[in-house]
């Protein structure tokens, strides 16, 4: 059975910084797409960033790109999301996400992956 489990939440301070991380088991992620969403209080769940399977090439949303990095080791079948400068409206869960059969045409949907974690809370006060 497949699970991802994240981690490194918490409660920062606006400019602070956090590292998140995700952990997967029951089937390598190496050659998979893996990405990051949020979903804060009242809103849907919206994109935050991709790694692609073919070298990790990442890919961002508008909102965080400049502030928040995606890196994976994946000898360890971890993802990390390294966000700094940390906004209040960065406020949200965050979930980490891992693509089952390639390929999708667009990562930055929901669809585009088949497993989730069960998120970790990131609140950043002003």
């Not at 893996?34 to 935050?48: C, L």
């Not at 994976?72 to 980490?96: F, G, H, V, W």
């Amino acid at each position: 059975q497949v699970h991802l489990v994240e981690s490194g939440g918490g409660l920062v301070q606006a400019g602070g910084s956090l590292r998140l991380s995700c952990a997967a088991s029951g089937r390598t992620f190496s050659s998979s797409t893996m990405g990051w969403f949020r979903q804060a209080p009242g809103k849907e769940r919206e994109f935050v960033g991709y790694s692609r399977r073919d070298g990790g090439s990442t890919f961002y949303a508008a909102s965080v790109k400049g502030r928040f990095t995606i890196s994976r080791d994946n000898a360890k079948n971890m993802m990390y999301l390294q966000m700094n400068s940390l906004k209040p409206e960065d406020t949200a869960i965050y979930y980490c996400a891992g693509e089952g059969l390639c390929c999708h045409s667009s990562y930055y949907l929901n669809t585009a992956y088949d497993y989730w974690g069960q998120g970790t809370q990131v609140t950043v006060s002003s």
